[in-house]
C-alpha cells in the first residue's frame, strides 16, 4: 500500500479520531472506552457464578 509504518499509521488514524469525535469529546471518549476494557477483563477473571451474585454499580442497595 503507502509503505508507511507502524507509528506513521498509528498518527493518522488518531488523528482522523481526533477530527470525528472532536476535542472536548476525547476524554469522555477514552474514559468510557476504558471502563468498557476493565470491565472486560474483569469479566473473563471472575467466575461467572459469582459474577451473578455480585450487586451491580448501579444498584439501589445503598440508598435510604
Do not use: Y
Request: proline share 5%; charged share 30%; glycine share 10%.
Amino acid at each position: 500500500m503507502l509503505g508507511l509504518g507502524k507509528v506513521e499509521e498509528l498518527v493518522i488514524v488518531l488523528i482522523i479520531i481526533l477530527v470525528l469525535v472532536g476535542g472536548k469529546k476525547l476524554p469522555e471518549l477514552s474514559r468510557g472506552l476504558s471502563e468498557s476494557i476493565r470491565e472486560v477483563r474483569r469479566g473473563f477473571r471472575d467466575d461467572p457464578k459469582e459474577t451473578a451474585s455480585r450487586p451491580q454499580a448501579g444498584s439501589d442497595q445503598n440508598k435510604v
